[in-house]
């Protein structure tokens, strides 16, 4: 009798993308309180329009951003190349691991390199689940909808159990683990792999390497270092880096006429408006919350990567 699956060599997830996107996205837009901070993270488009207007809150923005990716589960029992490879450069296979395969459009990693060049000045990271049950999923679309608002502490009170928890040990965000993009990838013949394992070992295929200094982690560390940053107090700064970094992140020239439709295009569909022509006097007038606006619309559209902000919301 032939076992299913080839005993679980290879395990794809019983759920889609879609479904762990939407329970990590209701856990980042509550409100999370942090100390002596009453923290939002939110996609610019969901936010307060007023309370975003005040220049207090404005100095403490810190945009990051997230590539979200559903991973096959390959047991103990799998041989295939890439538990080789992970083989070859000393990444355990004992327990089994994870792999996510890079976009590849055409035959450019785009949305790979956009995420790198990002990470350079924000935080940035690849973000996929350690699980690959629908029931995990389902403990975790519990969790990010339960108990509002929460405290990012080490240590919080759980009402409904009466008693402390350490906050960082939560299923809702220590199963799923965050992973820097390590390098820009020029070639355009291969297919690549990020392979990974509860202990947080990564791995690079096709050619394998051993990231052991990719600063992977869970995504509670990833968030607890976002919170570090609400005191660089230079958020029109970082924000105006990432505009500019829109033309070349689409591989175009800044006035080129394909770059200014694609600006009027992103402005149109945020607005409502229907602008035509007067893109070059628009952009000099747009303010740091309009310049955020465009960035989550356009790297959303062209590359899948989502955009949110944390600010201090007093």
Same mark, same amino acid.
Request: proline content about 4%; charged content about 25%; hydrophobic content about 35%.
């Given at each position: ?8 060599? @290879? ?57 979200? +990716? /559903?991973?096959?589960?390959?047991? &103990? ?14 990444? &355990?296979? *004992? @327990? ?42 389902? +403990?975790?679309?519990?969790?990010? !909808? ?7 502490? *080490? ?5 409904? /159990? ?23 990838? !020029?070639? /355009? ?5 990020? !392979? ?15 990231? *052991? ?30 505009? /500019? ?25 945020? !607005? ?11 952009? @000099? ?5 309009? @310049? ?23």
């Amino acid at each position: 009798m032939k076992l299913l699956k080839k005993q679980g060599e @290879k395990i794809i997830p019983d759920f889609i993308e879609e479904d762990y996107i939407s329970a990590i996205e209701t856990a980042l837009n509550r409100c999370y309180y942090y100390f002596d901070k009453n923290i939002e993270i939110r996609r610019i488009s969901q936010a307060d329009e007023n309370e975003l207007g005040y220049d207090g809150v404005l100095n403490t923005i810190v945009p990051f951003y997230i590539q979200f +990716k /559903r991973s096959d589960f390959y047991s &103990p029992r799998f041989t295939g190349k890439i538990a080789n490879q992970r083989k070859s450069v000393s990444l &355990p296979i *004992e @327990k089994g691991f994870f792999a996510f395969e890079l976009l590849k459009k055409g035959k450019e990693y785009g949305q790979h390199n956009a995420l790198y060049k990002l990470s350079q000045n924000n935080k940035a990271a690849y973000v996929a689940p350690l699980f690959f049950k629908s029931t995990e999923l389902k +403990k975790l679309k519990f969790l990010s !909808s339960a108990l509002l608002p929460v405290q990012y502490r *080490e240590v919080y009170f759980h009402p409904l /159990r009466g008693r402390d928890l350490i906050w960082r040990n939560k299923t809702l965000f220590k199963n799923s683990i965050t992973i820097p993009p390590h390098e820009i990838i !020029s070639d /355009r013949s291969v297919n690549h792999h990020y !392979s990974f394992c509860k202990d947080y070992k990564v791995g690079f295929h096709s050619d394998p390497i051993n990231l *052991e200094n990719s600063k992977s982690n869970n995504l509670y560390y990833f968030i607890q270092d976002v919170f570090e940053q609400l005191n660089y107090n230079n958020s029109e700064n970082i924000i105006d880096k990432n505009f /500019r970094l829109l033309s070349e992140l689409l591989g175009l020239k800044d006035e080129s006429e394909e770059y200014n439709f694609i600006l009027t295009a992103s402005i149109n569909r945020i !607005s409502g408006l229907n602008l035509e022509n007067d893109i070059k006097n628009i952009t @000099k007038e747009l303010s740091p919350i309009d @310049k955020l606006l465009i960035i989550e619309d356009i790297l959303y559209q062209y590359f899948n990567i989502r955009q949110f902000v944390m600010y201090n919301a007093w």
